[in-house]
């Protein structure tokens, strides 16, 4: 990214930014000139973070926060306009995902990856909003296949990325007349990712989902990190409202089924 895009004076902060692909978004932008903050839950891997992006040459803040907890969200972003100035790039990618049958998944263990992909989201751009550059701001959500493909095992991140595209159309919608663009990118299986690692747990399963993806690969973070950036620049400038997909052709067909191939393997198993 950093030879492709000049991110200098820019500010950007990245939700769920401590680890897997919001940390190598975060990384890319700091190493394309950006003053970049993070949040994520584990003050540990907030501390690494930072540290990593300092080691980058930029400022850089970490914020050990939940955000299902708006105040605590409120508060970083106050904080970050506050000593880096206004938010040119916000990335909400705080994410919680595992394979379970609706039939059997407790309301609790639904209810908590739809308040944290989707509450989570709503959250952090309602905070942001306050502290984004107008005009001139890009927001970008990490939304997943699931929000419009019906999946085996994914009733929960179905119905919780339904609502991520839904709440990008909608801010997309009420924020470009203040010079705000508000675009989703649309990962699809993405290598070394926690994400990954616990839908494909196994060499079978990984097998199962290289062969989905017609490109025949995972795909990389930094594949994501280079999507973002050029949302965030001029060269996106009339793109709003946009879902992207960058999955390999994955959401062509072969995303549906894996989770189908999941579920014959778990009840084999059973």
Not at 63 to 79: G, I, K, P, Q, S
Not at 176 to 190: H, L, M, Q, T
Not at 212 to 223: D, N
Not at 247 to 262: E, I, K
Request: proline share 6%; aromatic share 6%.
């Amino acid at each position: 990214m950093s030879d492709l895009y000049d991110f200098s004076g820019r500010t950007v902060f990245v939700a769920g930014g401590t680890s897997g692909i919001n940390l190598v978004v975060a990384q890319s932008f700091a190493r394309a000139g950006a003053s970049v903050a993070v949040l994520s839950r584990t003050p540990d891997k907030v501390r690494a973070a930072v540290d990593s992006l300092g080691e980058i040459g930029v400022t850089a803040l970490g914020f050990a926060a939940d955000v299902r907890d708006y105040e605590a969200v409120n508060d970083a972003l106050t904080t970050t306009q506050a000593e880096l100035g206004e938010i040119d790039i916000l990335i909400s990618g705080a994410a919680g995902n595992f394979p379970a049958a609706a039939e059997s998944m407790s309301p609790n263990a639904f209810a908590a990856v739809v308040d944290i992909d989707l509450k989570g989201t709503y959250n952090i751009l309602r905070a942001a909003h306050p502290h984004l550059r107008k005009p001139g701001a890009t927001v970008i959500n990490v939304s997943a296949p699931q929000a419009s493909i019906p999946m085996n095992l994914q009733a929960h991140a179905c119905s919780a990325k339904a609502g991520v595209d839904m709440l990008t159309k909608v801010c997309a919608l009420e924020w470009g007349p203040e010079g705000i663009r508000v675009n989703a990118v649309v990962p699809g299986p993405i290598a070394d990712t926690e994400g990954m690692a616990r839908l494909a747990p196994t060499p079978e399963l990984t097998e199962v989902v290289t062969e989905s993806v017609p490109l025949g690969r995972y795909g990389t973070a930094q594949e994501i990190a280079d999507c973002c950036a050029w949302l965030a620049s001029p060269h996106a400038s009339f793109v709003n409202g946009a879902i992207i997909p960058v999955d390999g052709g994955w959401s062509l067909g072969g995303a549906a089924q894996v989770f189908t191939s999941m579920r014959a393997l778990m009840s084999e198993r059973a």
